[in-house]
């Protein structure tokens, strides 16, 4: 069964760091687009940085562009986020997802192209 799991979430000082991990089985990831996206409470689910398969492209919505950077290990079939300089802004449930439709990433980032879906993991950042 395909399924990505995600691990790395957790609670950050402002100015703080995260490294968020995202291990696909059941299939490549590198044959597809992959994002990452955040949802917080009372608001939309947003992607906001994904990358493309093969070369790797990536993209960055400016909320994040300088700060947040995405990465994937095809040996290990994962996809990570680095997270740096987190603000309380950034709050939210972060979910990586599989866009099986594309293979490069197609900005805005449609919710309804992306199939499989991590479990979702909660980053909070606060004093």
């Known amino acids: 069964q395909a399924q990505f799991v995600e691990s790395g979430g957790g609670l950050v000082q402002p100015g703080g760091s995260l490294r968020l991990s995202c291990a696909a089985s059941?299939?490549?990831?590198?044959?597809?687009?992959i994002g990452w996206f955040r949802q917080a409470p009372g608001k939309e689910r947003e992607g906001f940085t994904g990358?493309?398969?093969?070369?790797?492209?990536?993209y960055y919505a400016d909320s994040v562009l300088g700060r947040f950077t995405i990465s994937k290990d095809n040996a290990k079939n994962t996809v990570y986020l680095q997270m740096n300089n987190l603000e309380p802004e950034d709050t939210a449930v972060y979910y990586c997802?599989?866009?099986?439709?594309?293979?490069?990433?197609?900005?805005?980032?449609?919710?309804?192209?992306?199939?499989?879906w991590g479990q979702g993991t909660q980053v909070t950042v606060s004093s």
């Open positions: 997802a599989a866009n099986l439709l594309r293979t490069k990433i197609v900005v805005p980032m449609r919710v309804d192209e992306f199939i499989y």
């Open positions: 059941g299939f490549t990831l590198d044959h597809y687009a």
């Open positions: 990358i493309s398969s093969g070369r790797g492209s990536t």
